[in-house]
């Protein structure tokens, strides 16, 4: 499991682009993880899914709410990561209005997820592979702090609290 001190795994993740532009064409782009976060300070959440209640009902809603103050704190980016596509990230990013505020990104195959060990494994419930809910500050590619929740759990990877560590 990827540890503070860790540098992210090489690897991508999907981002549905609204609007053509800066490189981007409409629909799913792939972002290199080492030259998206080269240089930048990034928040990352990760959750099981979206569409799902908590992370509908609390989680990327803090996330949006506490923009500005983590952008004002330092943090360059803000990164949602689930294991669904790009298409599903995209409307579920519309229905919570990210649009500027947070990077709704796909991790489709669980390739990221895998990488960073924080697998979670709900094949039995019918959900299949997904990602456990944690956040992490990540500075230049390397992570500066993880916050893993318990299972079934809500309460240490919401904005919040990334906002007090990133505030230091």
């Known amino acids: 499991m990827i540890q503070v001190g860790d540098k992210l795994p090489a690897g991508s993740l999907q981002e549905f682009i609204e609007v053509e532009g800066e490189g981007c064409s409409l629909g799913p782009n792939s972002f290199d993880i080492e030259k998206a976060t080269a240089g930048k300070t990034i928040a990352i959440f990760a959750l099981p899914?979206?569409?799902?209640?908590?992370?509908?009902?609390?989680?990327?809603?803090?996330?949006?709410?506490?923009?500005?103050?983590?952008?004002?704190?330092?943090v360059d980016e803000i990164w949602c990561v689930s294991v669904n596509d790009a298409f599903v990230m995209g409307a579920w990013g519309r229905e919570q209005k990210t649009g500027g505020k947070v990077r709704m990104m796909a991790d489709g195959s669980a390739a990221f997820t895998q990488a960073v060990g924080l697998v979670l494994d709900l094949t039995a419930k019918g959900f299949g592979v997904r990602s456990q809910r944690y956040s992490m500050l990540v500075k230049d590619g390397v992570v500066k702090t993880l916050n893993i929740e318990a299972a079934g759990k809500f309460e240490v990877s919401d904005a919040a609290t990334m906002l007090a560590q990133a505030r230091g």
């Open 49 to 74: 899914g979206a569409f799902t209640p908590t992370c509908s009902a609390q989680h990327v809603p803090g996330y949006v709410q506490k923009a500005d103050e983590l952008k004002a704190a330092g």
